[in-house]
């Protein structure tokens, strides 16, 4: 089992910055990928950036390339996301995910493939 502990949500204004952080904890050797997810009100759950463990080739959202960024920090059990210039459209629910992907890491794009999930964190931005 692994634990996720998202924080870092907030309310700020477009064009503001927030970085997001995810926790990991438990058998984190059982994951090969992490990665951040959003779901606002009305709307399916969609990916934002998913990496493997080792930040080879992540797969960005259409909707963040050159705003959003992430890293990890293995030493810690730590992912990060960095959004920079923040539109009203990010806001949603962010959730920190991670999986066992075997094969091709787009996988990780997809919701059911990742195996664990956070309880996520509250991201508001007015205009």
């Known amino acids: 089992q692994v634990r996720l502990v998202e924080s870092g949500g907030d309310s700020v204004q477009a064009g503001g910055s927030l970085r997001l952080n995810c926790t990991a904890s438990?058998?984190?050797?059982?994951?090969?990928?992490m990665g951040w997810f959003r779901q606002a009100p009305g709307k399916e759950r969609e990916a934002v950036i998913t990496t493997n463990t080792f930040m080879v080739s992540p797969y960005y959202a259409d909707s963040v390339k050159g705003r959003f960024t992430i890293s990890l920090d293995r030493d810690k059990n730590m992912v990060f996301l960095q959004m920079n210039s923040l539109k009203p459209e990010d806001t949603a629910m962010y959730y920190c995910?991670?999986?066992?992907?075997?094969?091709?890491?787009?996988?990780?794009?997809?919701?059911?493939?990742?195996?664990?999930w956070g309880k996520g964190t509250p991201v508001t931005i007015s205009s």
């Open positions: 438990g058998n984190t050797d059982s994951v090969n990928y």
């Open positions: 995910a991670a999986g066992l992907i075997n094969g091709s890491g787009s996988a990780s794009l997809m919701p059911a493939r990742m195996n664990y």
